[in-house]
């Protein structure tokens, strides 16, 4: 199954470090990210699931649920955060999925069919395409997709910056530009008219080009 942006994330019933969940169900009303690492006791991943500890607050602010995912089984997952603790000074108070027979992996297509049904014996290398952050709407449906290498640890401050525009740009219809910080400026979107634009925007617009009106960032 080939993933996109609008596709609809697949469900699924897995065990976690906090009991058995039905991934649509547990999402609830809420936005999440799903984030997956190749295998449990890796340096960078050990260094990623400890941040995203530490930044959970702020995702709760953004109803926001944050849920990892890795290749190994959940009694591995349960003995491995406290070295996350001991590396990062946070300990993961969010679910991990475990996933030592492939299935959630396969499933959001990280590792083909052919790789097996067993975490087994098999090494971070051969996992190494389980290195996905997924953005999942209250819909079910995939919002953004970012893929990292085993090499380059995750900058999970840009994947709050991401979820900020893409909460944002669902609430109202403008685009965030380049670089963009909430509070700054936003596009107004090309299917609002400059008559409809007027009542949301009296202030008016910059129009660099016909094409692009910079306007204040909506507040609600």
Partial sequence: MTLRIGSTAP???????????????????????LFSHPKDFTPVCTTELGYMAGLKPEFDKRNTKIIGLSVDPVDDHKRWVQDIKD??????????????????????????????????????ADNQTVRTVYVIGPDKRIKAMLCYPMSTGRNFDEVMRLLDSVQLTARHKVSTPVNWRPGEDVIIAGSVSDDEAKKIYPGGWKAPKPYIRIAPQPRT
């Fill in 11 to 33: 469900d699924f019933t897995a065990e976690t470090t906090q009991g058995r969940i039905k991934f649509h169900d547990w999402i609830g009303d809420s936005w999440c990210i």
């Fill in 87 to 124: 590396v990062t000074g946070h300990l993961p108070d969010y679910p991990m999925i475990g996933d030592d027979k492939l299935e959630v992996a396969k499933l959001y297509d990280m590792l083909p069919e052919e790789a097996g049904d067993s975490a087994r014996g098999r090494t971070p």
